[in-house]
Nanobody
């Protein structure tokens, strides 16, 4: 089992920045590829960014590429999502998730999920 807890969400104006954190406990954090997903009201949960076990490989949805940066610190069992140049359409609940393999954008490929943190971007 892996327990994941997100933090760092909040209300920010368009153009601003936020950094989300995902703290992991349980099985070895470094054994898992990690991802960030988001879900806006009335929409399906969508992939935002992913990172491989050691952090050498990353992947981003086109909508956030160049604005968001995913990273991880395996010594601290923590993953991050630095979000810059935020837009109102980034408003959503953001979830972190753990998978055995890197590279999937499908929610079904991720075995463990956090409870989510709300990000609201005002115009």
């Amino acid at each position: 089992q892996v327990q994941l807890v997100e933090s760092g969400g909040g209300l920010v104006q368009a153009g601003g920045s936020l950094r989300l954190s995902c703290a992991a406990s349980g099985r070895t954090f470094s054994s898992y590829a990690m991802g960030w997903f988001r879900q806006a009201p009335g929409k399906e949960r969508e992939f935002v960014a992913g990172i491989s076990w050691g952090g050498a490989n990353t992947d981003y949805a086109d909508s956030v590429k160049g604005r968001f940066a995913i990273s991880r610190d395996n010594a601290k069992n923590t993953m991050y999502l630095q979000m810059n140049s935020l837009k109102p359409e980034d408003t959503a609940v953001y979830y972190c998730a753990a998978a055995l393999r890197f590279g999937s954008w499908s929610t079904g490929s991720y075995d463990y999920w956090g409870q989510g943190t709300q990000v609201t971007v005002s115009s």
